[in-house]
């Protein structure tokens, strides 16, 4: 592994999904990425209406009584229900809100946000969370995730009292000029060229019928598993990371032919793969492929935005490519940010939060999907020798995490320990120290360490990479060991 340019230092940024100095989750507050709460304690028919009451304040003083807002919803407990809960409260204040009356990926919602003028919308998700919990994501009039000045006016907006409800203006449908889009994007024509077969799994989530009807369209061997919506994801977290992919890995295998699983998540706004081998391919590797095949094999150029988790490798392409990178705090919102004000070729999050600057500035699993089928069909190779062709380009990265269920008191602890970082974990010495969003540091070549207390949910997440797949483990030892608990 080698360094790449200068390294940014800022303080740690605070986590808001907790109260200070106690475990009870604040009443409605907007994390890395929306409000989530768990279901029938905090997120309650009462308190949704009463956050989109404060969502539709900010959106008359910004747009005008009137302006359109998109209400949309996936797969969760009672989705439909609380979509109507959120429309009929937009409504209530003096907007026109226009519900979809069947799941939809974010994505979708997005991008119908730009097609039709939107002011912007309101998706009923907890993406990636497990199953008891639900959330509400805002989208701005961009199509991406509002910005922290926006949520902060809409906690502030956020009435006391039952707001007034009113009928929404009727529905919107954006599946169509949605799956044109994605024909437009994916490359379609070179994958049907490469006839790959694909295992596409939608984890029980929104996302069900997307990708698998757009390659059957087109005339390729495609299927799904786990494609009925079920509120309980089989009893997953409906997040495409290694311990939750392995009915995807088992269909690999099991197929009678050498084929390429793709899965998304509960919302459909991040991406997953696994190889003809059946092996996990990361969102690091995955990210990596990406900007890849858009910068070289498309001819495409723009800025490469990066969350603070994720792997080196993309600044070592970046440099490669002369393409100018920006590293950012964790959340897509900072992502978006940076394509609102300059050419974005590219950016996104360790999870598999990709978004492509041609398309939204806003992430999209489903055309990630695509591009990873495209890029595959460039190489004329399957993703296992893609993968190795990368890893031969950069040297070997090894990446990982460990999330953390810790109190509050003991994620606090911890992170008061890291103000002073050991100065060697694992057998190697630490040469630098980053506070950019938690506490990194850095084993020069060597790769580096990650603390940071999530957004989103009631975790401390460590991650690691490393250039010793040997060595991969014992860095999450060593930084579970100070946050003074054990590794699984």
Sequence with gaps: MKPVGPRPVGPPGPSPFFRKGGDAPLGIRFGTDGWRAVLAE????????RAAAGAAAVWRQDAGAGALVLVGHDTRFMGATFARAVAAALAGAGLEARLCPHPLPTPAVSFAVRVAGAAGAVVVTASHNPP?????????????????????????????????????????????????????LGGLDAIVAARPRVICDPMHGSGAGLLV?????????????????????????????????????AAVRASIAPAVGLATDGDADRVGAVDESGAIVDAQRIFSLLLRHLARDRGLRGTVAKTYAVTDMVDELAARMGLPLRILPVGFKHVTAVA????????????????????????????????????????????????????????????????????????????????????????????????????????????????????????????????????LADLLRAGAAICRTEAP
């Design 42 to 49: 905090e997120f309650t028919l009462a308190a949704v209406r």
């Design 340 to 471: 609102l004000r300059e050419p974005l070729l590219i950016g996104g999050e360790e999870a598999g939060g990709i978004g492509v600057g041609v398309h939204l500035p806003e992430r999209d699993g489903i055309l990630c999907g695509l591009l990873l089928l495209s890029a595959m069909a460039r190489a004329g190779c399957g993703l296992r020798e893609l993968v190795a062709d990368l890893l031969a380009e950069l040297g070997p990265h090894v990446y990982g995490r460990l999330d953390l269920h810790l109190s509050e008191r003991e994620r606090a602890a911890a992170m008061a320990a890291l103000r002073e970082p050991p100065s060697a974990l694992a057998g190697l010495d630490v040469t630098s120290v980053e506070r950019l969003d938690g506490v990194k540091v850095r084993f020069g070549t060597h790769g580096w360490l990650l603390w940071r207390p999530s957004g989103t949910e009631p975790l401390l997440r460590v991650y690691a990479e490393t250039d010793r797949e040997d060595r």
């Design 213 to 249: 009807g757009l390659l059957r369209e087109a005339g390729l061997v495609a299927r799904e598993i786990r494609s009925a919506p079920d509120p309980e994801f089989g009893g997953l977290r409906p997040e495409p990371i290694a311990p939750n992919l392995a009915p995807l890995q």
């Design 132 to 184: 008891q919990w639900n959330g509400l994501k805002l989208k701005g009039p961009h199509g991406g995730p509002v910005d922290e000045a926006f949520t902060g006016r809409v906690e502030a907006a956020v009435p006391e009292a039952e707001p007034p409800l009113g009928e929404p203006a009727g529905t919107f449908e954006p599946l169509p000029a949605y799956r044109a889009r994605l024909r437009e």
